[in-house]
């Protein structure tokens, strides 16, 4: 499962290999690494087994017989919907959601479905429900989160990729931590049917071992469906066409700067960022330094008045399915405490923080507008140690906040909107993947796609392999 999706494809559709022997190879994988890695929440071998018996040579869909996994907040017709949540129950899902649909659609046999914490709070993967999700790269660390499950998946080759998303870096952190490319697409690029009209801060995606993997799979699942309260602009071009060009110069801003007063950053971590701004001008970029108007007080709190709330929703339309209000003993103590604050705040509050985060936002992109992209270090930590950031310890908000310090630099873009990439360009002298994040202009996915290839093209990392 190590080699493109293109390739993959291609040999189903040549006939060289069946889409029953590929999803076998898959699945066999999975069975073998899943007791070491834990990526994944349910494995569905009959349903994949069946899908792939359906497939047959010559098939026109662009990726039939790849196997692919969903993360378990996307609803998969057949299978548990969980969002790593006790209070779901082992409810099945009834219906697919807009991503599962489109990835069906293209011929994708789904395999199953991830791990994540519980409701996509941490970016760390080891909830009380699963347990531990383990990174290939060392079983001692976190691989990220929320979408941990996923990217454990792709970096142990249970799987080429697999399907996450990001409401506050769920896809670019866990990409970081595993070596792999995630993409958090434009607000409003991929639909949130049928559950959401609009989200400020959710975008779906998928985590890639390569950029035009990346941009193959944002052509698939981008557009609106009826009923979307917003969406963004389309594109002049397919994503896969824009990654493939070499871009011109271009202006680009390098920064450190946190925007959490109270983190610290790694040295590595900072070194990669500014390493990338040189390997950035060395292809004939124009780099400089930036001091961007991010470093806000409080900027956590205004943060969590909208990522709470939000997350509440989840709970309280779990306790509506399970018929009853949500308790304690349904959840871990971190849930808890984000439950009760969110109950506290009034819909004046509520809706006064969602203005300051909205005009927070428009400085930031105001003051961008000068540059076509922003460089910046992917996590201001290394991967942080199984239990470090514990959801069931005696103080959940405290854990809340470090887990702020420890990927400081990605939420602005679920706050501003903008596309933001994470890349793994270095290695640390232990061998571990280092990645820096690239922001792009608004809408601006395929300069941003185009900027990746030719930072991939001139440091390759996809022949890397995680020791698991």
Known sequence: MFCPVTELAALVRDGELSARELVDA????????????????DVD???????????????????????????????VRGLRLTVGAELMGDRVATYDHNVTRRLRDAGFVIVGTTTMPEWGILPVTEGRRFGPTRNPWDLELTPGGSSGGSAAAVAAGMVALAHGNDGGGSLRIPAACCGLVGLKPQRGRISLAPEAGEQLLVQDGVLTR??????????????????????????AEPFAIAAGRTPRALRIGVTTVMPLLEADLDRACGQAARDAGDLLAGLGHEVVEVVPPWRRPGLLRLFSAAFGPAICAQIATAGQLAGRAPQAADMEALSWALWKASKAIDAVDAAQASLQLHAF??????????????????????????????????????????SGHFTPYTAICNITGNPAISLPLFERENGLP??????????????????AAQLEQARPWAHRRAPV
Request: proline residues 14%; without cysteine.
């Open 26 to 41: 898959a699945l066999e994988r999975i069975a073998a690494l899943q007791p070491a890695v834990n990526a994944f929440a």
């Open 45 to 75: 071998a009959d349903g994949a087994r069946a899908a792939a018996d359906a497939i047959a040579p010559g098939d026109p869909r662009p990726f039939a017989g790849v196997p692919i996994a969903v993360k378990t907040n996307r609803a």
């Open 210 to 235: 390569t950029t035009y993997e990346t941009a193959l799979l944002l052509d698939l699942l981008a557009g609106p469906e009826p009923g979307d309260a917003s969406w963004a602009p389309p594109p």
């Open 361 to 402: 936002g428009r400085s930031v992109i105001i003051w961008s507008a000068s540059y076509d992209a922003i460089v910046t270090p992917a996590l201001a930590q290394p991967p942080v140690p199984i239990g470090e950031l514990d959801p069931t310890g005696p103080d959940p908000l405290g854990t809340f906040e470090r």
């Open 434 to 451: 280092l990645a820096v994040q690239v922001i792009g202009r608004p809408a601006g996915e395929g300069a941003l796609l185009a900027l």
